[in-house]
């Protein structure tokens, strides 16, 4: 049976060409947006985190009403599919629409998200966003998305696909450059004429996956998905079944059921097929679970969640950070901020280690953790966290095997010669070269992942601060053998009260010390060598032949063994020099500075 009335779409879009923008149009229109104020109230993109580093991490939901049909909007996690959400969204949904900025074209980042699309046979709308900007070459731009399509091996089908243009900001959408602009109308039409109805069979038993959970405070999981046959009442019986272990299954009640209105979530009593919906009240709610009827269980089935490729340990500083107020944290709040994460990140892995202070954490690649990173230090965290480090599997043979993962990289020509070297030193394979817009240069390599630890701050070093850098897990393959780095000069080493430092010195990934088992480095020994706080970060560094003693504060450990500067020589008897990473050009100058 299909289920007319309602609509599913995902949206899939490089940030910035103007997803919240079209969305809150969409909304207005169908008068859910009065208040201008609300409209600003960007919720698509609430993570900050997103926004800078040009990747969208999340997935939320907005459903807007068109001609009484329902149209639920899901918006698609960038590039960065760090545990298969990209795959467990667009399962939800018929169609997408392909939102591509009308100057910039199609961007590589949502390559691999259309490309699932196209992989699950779903439809596509394209969408050529921003037409009212002066530099807009709309024409070309279609070129250029037919192209990727083809490049990605899309169906004749979804290759004549609908193509519309819009200018989100101006509030129109128009089916025909030369059409007169009026509102989103021709957005709402395609989308009820173009993407399929959702079917599924009513007879059949309740079948919900779930897709996503949601975390909240005050209700805790809450786990949202969609009805692929029958329907789902709240206070009802029903079968929890679980994803890892089929066998476990538990009856439970659904508490209180949404479905989505405008940015919001209403309360329902039941929902049928293709409704998306939010249930809360089952405490042990997990992605991947299906909600079944108990007379007929059976799960659906679903893409296994991806394994971490990558760890790191975080520690809690146990004294507060030189020239930082004290904020102290203790190893339960560390642990208990880590634990709740897990709550809504699947493919995350924390385990206890054998000091209490120190948790390992497992992600999808360095990306992923140090989004988490970010996140927990701008909530007021203070951690260290160690280099981070692959984590290998073996085949059958008995073979080595390391994740790879895919690099896309945009930098303007000049510097495409020294990434193509940095990348390849790191057993980077270019797969692509071609012309992006703006005189850049896009190169797409296949590497290691090992081979990407470190290398952002490198990167953007290398690049002034002009290149952009994506990456996204590809598969595990056998090993690559040996990186070698050049070694030469990347050595600054201090002494202090508590411990010898050595690394490099950046100024990406601020405040991020690494540091030897059971010991610590103080910034302040750091920052007292090279004078400017700014400029100084201890990127790669490993202590050895530490003191016994402890100092609670750098000025303590700074008076009981003024820093110095060791020679090369002297340095190297303290490094273990595996640990190295290469020379950036900023560390060496800094060096210079110092040794000078
Ligand atoms: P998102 O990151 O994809 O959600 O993009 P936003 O909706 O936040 O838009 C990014 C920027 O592009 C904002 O400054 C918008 O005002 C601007 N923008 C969005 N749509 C249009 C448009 O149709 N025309 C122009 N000129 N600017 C737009």
Redesign the pocket.
């Known amino acids: 049976t299909k289920r007319n009335d309602v609509r599913n779409v995902a949206i899939i879009?490089h940030?910035?060409?103007?997803?919240?923008?079209?969305v809150d149009g969409l909304l207005r229109q169908s008068g859910i947006f009065r208040a201008n104020q609300e409209v600003q109230d960007?919720v698509?993109?609430s993570n900050a985190i997103e926004?800078e580093r040009g990747i969208t991490i999340l997935s939320k939901n907005t459903a807007v009403n068109y001609k009484g049909t329902k149209i639920n909007i899901i918006d698609t996690p960038g590039h960065a599919d760090f545990g298969g959400e990209v795959e467990r969204v667009l399962k939800m949904v018929n169609g997408v629409i392909l939102l591509v900025d009308a100057f910039e074209g199609p961007m590589p980042q949502t390559k691999f998200v259309l490309q699932k699309a196209l992989d699950l046979d779903l439809k596509v709308i394209v969408c050529i966003?921003?037409i009212?900007?002066p530099e807009a070459r709309p024409a070309e731009v279609i070129d250029e998305v037919l192209e990727l399509l083809m490049d990605l091996n899309a169906s004749d089908e979804q290759l004549d696909c609908p193509f519309l243009y819009?200018?989100?900001?101006?509030g129109f959408a128009l089916d025909n450059l030369e059409d007169e602009p009026k509102d989103m109308t021709p957005i709402f039409e395609t989308i009820l004429n173009y993407i399929p109805a959702p079917e599924g069979d009513p007879d059949k038993g309740t079948q919900v996956l779930i897709s996503t959970i949601d975390y909240n405070e005050y209700v805790g999981r809450i786990g949202v998905g969609k009805v692929d046959n029958g329907k789902i009442k709240i206070n009802e019986d029903i079968l929890l079944l679980n994803h890892h272990d089929p066998q476990k299954q538990e009856r439970v009640k659904v508490s209180k059921l949404y479905e989505f209105e405008g940015l919001n979530k209403a309360e329902v009593q039941e929902a049928g097929i293709g409704s998306i919906v939010a249930i809360s009240g089952i405490p042990d709610i997990r992605i991947g679970d299906t909600l079944c009827d108990p007379s007929n269980p059976e799960a659906i089935p679903f893409q296994k969640i991806s394994e971490p490729t990558i760890s790191m340990n975080f520690m809690v500083n146990d004294s507060p950070m030189a020239g930082q107020e004290g904020k102290y944290i203790t190893s339960r709040h560390l642990r208990d901020r880590l634990y709740r994460e897990l709550n809504t990140d699947v493919s995350l892995r924390v385990e206890d280690t054998k000091t209490p202070e120190c948790l390992k954490v497992s992600g999808r690649g360095e990306l992923h953790l140090s989004v988490l990173i970010e996140n927990m230090r701008r909530e007021g965290y203070e951690f260290a966290v160690s280099k981070a480090e692959v984590l290998y599997k073996a085949d059958e043979r008995g073979r080595k095997l390391e994740p790879m993962e895919i690099a896309y990289v945009d930098v303007p020509e000049e510097f495409s010669g020294t990434v193509i070297q940095r990348l390849s030193e790191r057993k980077g394979e270019l797969q692509g070269m071609s012309q992006a817009s703006g005189g850049n240069t896009r190169l797409e390599f296949e590497i290691p992942s090992r081979g990407l630890i470190g290398f952002r701050g490198d990167f953007m070093t290398m690049t002034k601060g002009q290149g952009i850098l994506n990456t996204t897990f590809d598969d595990y393959a056998p090993y690559k053998g040996d990186i070698k780095y050049r070694k030469q000069g990347s050595l600054i080493a201090f002494e202090g009260g508590t411990s010898v430092a050595y690394g490099l010195f950046s100024a990406q990934d601020r405040g991020t010390l690494f540091i030897g088992p059971g010991e610590k480095v103080y910034a302040g020994m750091v920052i007292g060598q090279c004078g400017k706080a700014e400029d100084v970060e201890l990127n790669v560094c490993k202590t050895k032949h530490l003191t016994n003693t402890r100092s609670s504060s750098a000025d303590e450990a700074l008076k009981l063994t003024p820093p110095r500067v060791l020679s090369l020589e002297q340095a190297l008897e303290f490094i273990d020099t595996d640990e190295l990473l290469e020379v950036t050009p900023k560390s060496l100058r800094i060096r210079k500075r110092i040794l000078d």
């Open positions: 879009a940030v910035d060409h103007g997803k919240t923008t079209l960007r698509m993109d926004r966003n921003k009212d900007r819009a200018s989100a900001k101006g």
